[in-house]
């Protein structure tokens, strides 16, 4: 005979764990549906773009870092060669008073300053030495000497150390900017790569035209103000076509304050090498009062630079990927001009 029971209703825990179950397929399921498109060409340009900005604001820093690092250096090297011809100076002063000692000991009777030449603490000796009255001119004369001597060594031992932290702080300071600095020239690379072949050729001939739009810019009649800064643009013109590289400055690559400097030096005019120091390099001026050779500052950080060619061109390097080239000076938030 058939049974009669009533089927086995499934339990509570049951029904709470196929729920859940649905709703997480369910959250997967609108996840998936509203997941972010694939970036466009536009889209991955500009982000790419925006990463190349930030790596050059990153860059001028470390210039700024770099040059901080080899003036230091050049201080820290002068400072131990002071110290180094100081003690040989102080050595020398020594001996001589020992001499004096020797001298008095032969010629018979060893008051208490010989006593005290003549000690293995000549520290301790300068201490005490002062006070006695027994202390000929000269040997007074020869003690101020080395007391001098030893207050102007500690002086400078003292600065060489302040500045051996300070350059362990620089070159600390270059490892994390170049850090960055790689990470998103690193970032905008993998953006990249996102991209088909297709789009990648589409971005490369847009580059390429950019590049050769240089045999065909007009420059207008615009002159010089002066023959330095003719001569810097003659000399940026030279390096058109020269690759952007970060740090570089020159002769075969160059980043943007990198160019300006190149380009000043073969005019025989020294420049700073970070953008935001060659802002105030000079006199600042207006857009409309521009001329060629003149520095164009960009950014409101002033973080970009350029060199005016005439008829609203600048000549610049401009990021990764690009060469020296010429460029429309509308193409970015002008900030002010510099007369060298």
Same mark, same amino acid.
Request: aromatic letters at 4%.
């Given at each position: ?8 209703? &499934? ?18 399921? !609108? ?30 820093? *470390? ?29 020398? +002063? ?10 008095? *000991? ?17 520290? %301790? *000796?300068? @201490? ?19 007391? @001098? ?5 500690? /002086?400078?031992?003292?600065?060489? %150390? ?31 790569? !996102? ?26 009649? @615009? ?30 690559? $160059? ?5 300006? #400097? ?7 005019? #020294?420049? &700073? ?13 207006? /857009? ?5 050779? @003149? +520095?164009?500052? $960009? ?26 080239? $010429? ?6 938030? $002008? ?6």
């Amino acid at each position: 005979m058939a049974s009669h029971r009533r089927p086995k209703q &499934p339990s509570r825990t049951r029904v709470s764990v196929l729920t859940a179950t649905a709703a997480a397929a369910v959250a997967l399921t !609108s996840q998936a549906a509203h997941a972010d498109p694939k970036p466009t060409k536009k889209e991955v340009k500009a982000k790419v773009d925006k990463l190349y900005e930030e790596a050059e604001v990153a860059t001028e820093k *470390y210039n700024g870092a770099k040059e901080k690092q080899q003036k230091l250096e050049e201080q820290v090297g002068d400072l131990q060669d002071k110290v180094a011809r100081g003690q040989e100076e102080l050595n020398e +002063l020594r001996n001589g008073l020992g001499s004096m000692a020797t001298a008095q *000991y032969r010629s018979g009777g060893i008051d208490p300053s010989v006593q005290l030449m003549l000690s293995s603490d000549p520290d %301790s *000796y300068l @201490d005490r030495a002062s006070t006695l009255d027994q202390l000929s001119t000269k040997q007074a004369d020869a003690l101020q000497k080395i007391a @001098d001597k030893q207050r102007s060594l500690t /002086q400078q031992r003292e600065e060489a %150390s302040q500045k051996l932290e300070e350059l362990a702080d620089t070159r600390e300071a270059l490892g994390t900017k170049k850090k960055e600095i790689q990470g998103k020239l690193s970032e905008a690379q993998s953006l990249l790569n !996102s991209l088909t072949a297709k789009e990648k050729a589409a971005l490369a001939a847009a580059e390429a035209r950019a590049n050769r739009a240089n045999s065909r810019v007009n420059l207008g009649s @615009d002159v010089a103000d002066s023959q330095r800064a003719a001569a810097a643009l003659a000399a940026a013109k030279t390096k058109i076509g020269s690759p952007y590289v970060w740090g570089a400055t020159g002769p075969s690559s $160059f980043d943007c304050s990198g160019l300006t #400097s190149w380009a000043y030096s073969q005019a025989g005019v #020294s420049l &700073p090498r970070m953008s935001q120091d060659q802002a105030n390099a000079g006199t600042r001026i207006g /857009q409309s009062e521009l001329k060629p050779g @003149d +520095l164009v500052i $960009f950014y409101g950080d002033q973080h970009h630079v350029g060199l005016y060619a005439g008829n609203g061109q600048i000549l610049h390097a401009p990021k990764p990927g690009a060469s020296v080239r $010429f460029e429309a000076i509308g193409n970015m938030p $002008f900030q002010t001009g510099v007369r060298i």
